[in-house]
């Protein structure tokens, strides 16, 4: 097959081969696996592994720079192979990748899984557009990449929507088994349905390549506008490298950076066609000087936070909501982001064909990609030397100050027990006299009839898992009742009944037959969802018999169920307080030291949140965290003021050698 496919001139369609279609499928469960690691890749190495900030910005750097470098290089290879051969290798290498990252919390397996991943990455960018090119005639490509890169947005949309709601349920751990199954869907696509459209053994030698690159760095004037470019994307970075960990280091939990970040392609999608049709008649300079000018706003934005933080409190009321001010700023400067892009993206390579010698616009139009490659590599590394100056890891703070951080970004967290109090802590028991103790010096009420439930670790598979109670007062045992023995596909059908037997002296006025016992039916069981609160379904149920739960009453699914029968158990209970324990290190750090157990901390925390006014602020080693945004700023400045230079001496010089060239 030709490397065009041949058309008669004809009406423009939508209308592409069966090939078109299923690269750009596999292109969006590729993008959606690698936006949803990436967005939390800083963070999971940082926490879960156990690299330090400094560290953890030198590997993501060398990862997401390698990203950008090598596809020149895969092309080339994909062009001996065929694209199919090529597409089956990388995601091959992706689903190892993936599996591997999310398997193994260590160090040197971490370091494997990105080289594989960065590989199999690095041949998916170049066979994926080359067959969108290929799939298409000169008159539909444009139709054909604006597709693409729809699917690209729409990849990058989903995968961080769905890392956000994956991390606080199952952990970042599982984010990386969601994108080794993502690619596994997309081997399998390759596989049964996608047709090689590309000849074989064509195409540049890796030699070539490495003469054009020398050639390309050599070139001054190109070289210098690939840098300044670089400043822009350097900031656009910080959406992957910065912004996560500092939202989660001076905010807490629950903002959901990943939502966060996707502010900006949702800005792109709904501005870029209008702005380009703005600037269409601008000179690439001007319109690239425009974003170049609003990306350091984007981050000096981030860097006024805590003044208007310091101006309106802990929230600012919008009517329907209430938001946290540096969030307010965050989403504001993501969405400048958005923007500026919109100004950049479409007139760049119009700007940088015109530095490339005559009759070379190709081969260094084929580099481009360099800009973001200079970015990333510099920008992580910047990322994690100025997380660490400005906002450090918590977990290497002084247990004191660790107590004011968590005091303050956490709005139900309320002591850390001591190291007298943990032992105390058993299974299921009344609850210990020195943790009931512990509680009332810190002013926390205690009813009479509560006890101490441990729950199962939410890390259960780890050889160290986190420990989890819950201080609770016990109202009903819910356990599932079947006529005969369960059968082995009982999952995928409710069981006959749910027995019930208060647990609560409580209940000592219901009426005789339900203080023994009594059952619902057993469709109700789909309700009985672990830390939930109780359903509607099952207050009727439990009215029906003369009993009204109590407001606050929730589920917990009960560890001790009668295994040997098969069926479920749960509890009805009314949450008071939580038991937690905080990991300071990751296992192999603990076992690297000659120790069995990480070190960790345990912690109290109440069923009842703290106003943002009640919020006390951070300590003082984050005094500072927002001096990183005034960094970027002043980067972006710079590549602001770099740009008005070049354009400056490029003109002076072009107008010499008219001058010249006209004696």
């Given at each position: 097959?030709?490397s065009?496919?041949?058309?008669?001139?004809?009406?423009?369609?939508w209308?592409?081969?069966?090939t078109?279609?299923?690269?750009n499928?596999?292109?969006?469960?590729?993008?959606?696996?690698?936006?949803?690691?990436?967005?939390?890749?800083?963070?999971?190495?940082?926490v879960?592994?156990?690299?330090?900030?400094?560290?953890?910005?030198?590997?993501?750097?060398?990862?997401a720079g390698?990203?950008?470098?090598?596809?020149?290089?895969m092309?080339?290879?994909?062009?001996?192979?065929g694209?199919?051969q090529?597409l089956?290798?990388?995601?091959?290498?992706?689903?190892?990748?993936y599996g591997?990252?999310g398997?193994f919390?260590?160090?040197?397996?971490?370091?494997i899984?990105?080289?594989?991943?960065?590989c199999?990455?690095?041949?998916?960018?170049?066979?994926i557009?080359?067959?969108?090119?290929?799939?298409?005639?000169?008159?539909?490509r444009?139709?054909?990449?604006?597709?693409?890169?729809?699917?690209?947005?729409i990849?990058s949309?989903?995968?961080?929507?769905?890392?956000?709601?994956l991390?606080p349920?199952?952990g970042?751990?599982?984010?990386?088994?969601?994108?080794?199954?993502?690619?596994?869907?997309?081997?399998?696509?390759?596989?049964?349905?996608y047709?090689?459209?590309?000849?074989a053994?064509?195409?540049?030698?890796?030699k070539?390549?490495?003469?054009g690159?020398?050639?390309?760095?050599?070139h001054?004037?190109?070289?210098?506008?690939?840098?300044?470019?670089?400043?822009?994307?350097?900031?656009q970075?910080?959406?992957y490298?910065?912004?996560?960990?500092?939202?989660?280091r001076?905010?807490?939990?629950?903002?959901?950076?990943?939502?966060?970040a996707?502010?900006n392609?949702?800005?792109?999608?709904?501005?870029?066609?209008?702005i380009?049709?703005?600037?269409?008649?601008?000179?690439?300079?001007n319109a690239i000087?425009?974003?170049?000018?609003?990306?350091?706003?984007?981050?000096?934005v981030?860097?006024?936070?805590?003044?208007?933080?310091?101006?309106?409190?802990?929230?600012?009321?919008?009517?329907?909501?209430?938001?946290?001010?540096?969030?307010?700023m965050?989403i504001i400067?993501?969405?400048?982001?958005?923007l500026?892009?919109?100004?950049?993206?479409?007139?760049?390579?119009e700007?940088a064909?015109?530095?490339?010698?005559?009759?070379?616009?190709?081969?260094?139009?084929?580099?481009?990609?360099?800009t973001?490659?200079f970015a990333?590599?510099?920008?992580?590394?910047?990322?994690?030397?100025?997380?660490?100056g400005?906002?450090?890891?918590?977990?290497?703070?002084?247990?004191?100050?660790?107590?004011?951080?968590?005091m303050a970004?956490?709005?139900?967290?309320q002591f850390?027990?001591?190291?007298?109090?943990?032992?105390?802590?058993?299974?299921?028991?009344?609850?210990?006299?020195?943790?009931?103790?512990?509680?009332?010096d810190?002013?926390?009420?205690?009813?009479?009839?509560?006890?101490?439930a441990?729950?199962?670790?939410?890390?259960?598979?780890?050889?160290?898992?986190a420990?989890t109670?819950r201080?609770?007062?016990?109202?009903?045992?819910?356990?599932e009742?079947?006529?005969a023995q369960?059968?082995w596909?009982?999952?995928?059908?409710?069981p006959?009944?749910?027995?019930?037997?208060?647990?609560?002296?409580r209940?000592?006025?219901?009426?005789?037959?339900?203080?023994?016992?009594?059952?619902?039916p057993?469709?109700?069981?789909?309700?009985?969802?672990h830390?939930?609160?109780?359903?509607?379904?099952?207050?009727?149920?439990?009215a029906?018999r003369?009993?009204?739960?109590?407001?606050n009453?929730?589920v917990?699914?009960?560890?001790?169920?009668?295994?040997?029968?098969?069926?479920?158990?749960?509890?009805?209970?009314?949450?008071h307080?939580?038991?937690?324990?905080?990991k300071?290190?990751?296992?192999?750090?603990?076992?690297?030291?000659?120790?069995?157990?990480?070190?960790?901390?345990?912690l109290?925390?109440?069923n009842?949140a703290?106003?943002?006014?009640?919020?006390?602020?951070?300590?003082?080693?984050?005094?500072?965290?927002h001096?990183?945004w005034?960094?970027?700023a002043?980067?972006?400045?710079?590549?602001?003021?770099?740009l008005?230079?070049?354009?400056?001496?490029t003109?002076?010089?072009?107008?010499?050698?008219?001058?010249?060239?006209g004696e």
């Amino acid at each position: 097959m030709t490397s065009e496919i041949s058309q008669q001139p004809q009406k423009l369609g939508w209308r592409f081969p069966a090939t078109f279609w299923h690269a750009n499928g596999a292109e969006l469960c590729e993008r959606a696996a690698y936006y949803g690691m990436f967005i939390t890749l800083f963070r999971y190495l940082n926490v879960d592994i156990g690299f330090t900030d400094p560290q953890t910005g030198a590997v993501t750097a060398a990862f997401a720079g390698g990203i950008y470098f090598l596809p020149t290089f895969m092309g080339i290879m994909a062009d001996k192979v065929g694209f199919k051969q090529a597409l089956i290798l990388a995601f091959t290498l992706l689903t190892a990748g993936y599996g591997l990252l999310g398997a193994f919390q260590l160090k040197p397996t971490a370091l494997i899984a990105l080289f594989l991943i960065m590989c199999g990455g690095a041949i998916i960018k170049p066979v994926i557009s080359g067959t969108v090119a290929k799939c298409s005639d000169s008159a539909h490509r444009a139709r054909a990449m604006s597709i693409f890169y729809m699917v690209v947005n729409i990849g990058s949309f989903s995968g961080k929507g769905l890392a956000a709601e994956l991390n606080p349920r199952l952990g970042m751990q599982y984010i990386n088994f969601y994108a080794a199954a993502m690619t596994f869907v997309a081997l399998l696509l390759i596989i049964v349905l996608y047709k090689n459209v590309d000849t074989a053994g064509t195409g540049k030698t890796v030699k070539e390549a490495l003469q054009g690159l020398w050639k390309v760095m050599q070139h001054f004037r190109f070289l210098s506008l690939i840098l300044i470019i670089a400043g822009f994307w350097l900031i656009q970075g910080q959406l992957y490298g910065a912004m996560p960990t500092f939202i989660e280091r001076v905010l807490g939990k629950g903002y959901k950076p990943e939502w966060l970040a996707n502010i900006n392609p949702l800005t792109v999608v709904i501005l870029v066609v209008p702005i380009t049709h703005l600037v269409r008649h601008f000179r690439p300079e001007n319109a690239i000087g425009i974003g170049l000018f609003i990306i350091p706003f984007t981050a000096l934005v981030i860097a006024l936070g805590p003044l208007l933080d310091s101006v309106t409190g802990g929230a600012i009321d919008l009517g329907l909501f209430s938001i946290h001010p540096m969030v307010m700023m965050i989403i504001i400067g993501i969405a400048l982001q958005g923007l500026a892009e919109c100004f950049l993206s479409p007139k760049f390579l119009e700007y940088a064909s015109k530095q490339a010698p005559k009759g070379e616009v190709g081969l260094y139009l084929g580099y481009q990609h360099l800009t973001t490659f200079f970015a990333w590599l510099a920008g992580f590394i910047a990322a994690g030397l100025l997380l660490d100056g400005f906002c450090p890891d918590p977990r290497a703070l002084e247990p004191q100050t660790r107590h004011e951080w968590r005091m303050a970004t956490d709005p139900k967290y309320q002591f850390t027990l001591t190291a007298e109090q943990r032992p105390d802590l058993g299974d299921q028991i009344p609850i210990p006299t020195s943790i009931a103790q512990a509680l009332r010096d810190h002013a926390l009420e205690l009813a009479d009839n509560v006890t101490l439930a441990k729950l199962e670790p939410a890390d259960s598979r780890k050889s160290d898992p986190a420990r989890t109670w819950r201080i609770e007062e016990q109202l009903f045992t819910v356990r599932e009742e079947w006529a005969a023995q369960r059968p082995w596909w009982a999952l995928w059908r409710s069981p006959d009944a749910l027995l019930i037997t208060p647990d609560s002296s409580r209940w000592s006025g219901v009426p005789e037959e339900a203080a023994r016992r009594f059952d619902l039916p057993g469709n109700l069981a789909g309700d009985l969802k672990h830390d939930a609160p109780v359903s509607e379904g099952l207050r009727r149920a439990f009215a029906q018999r003369g009993i009204d739960l109590p407001e606050n009453a929730s589920v917990r699914t009960e560890r001790s169920a009668d295994e040997e029968a098969g069926g479920r158990a749960w509890k009805l209970v009314i949450k008071h307080y939580s038991i937690e324990e905080s990991k300071l290190e990751t296992d192999a750090e603990a076992r690297s030291d000659g120790r069995e157990k990480a070190l960790r901390d345990v912690l109290v925390y109440s069923n009842t949140a703290r106003t943002p006014d009640e919020m006390p602020p951070l300590p003082d080693e984050y005094r500072h965290a927002h001096y990183i945004w005034y960094v970027f700023a002043a980067i972006g400045f710079a590549a602001f003021g770099a740009l008005l230079v070049f354009k400056f001496v490029t003109n002076a010089i072009d107008r010499s050698r008219a001058i010249t060239a006209g004696e």
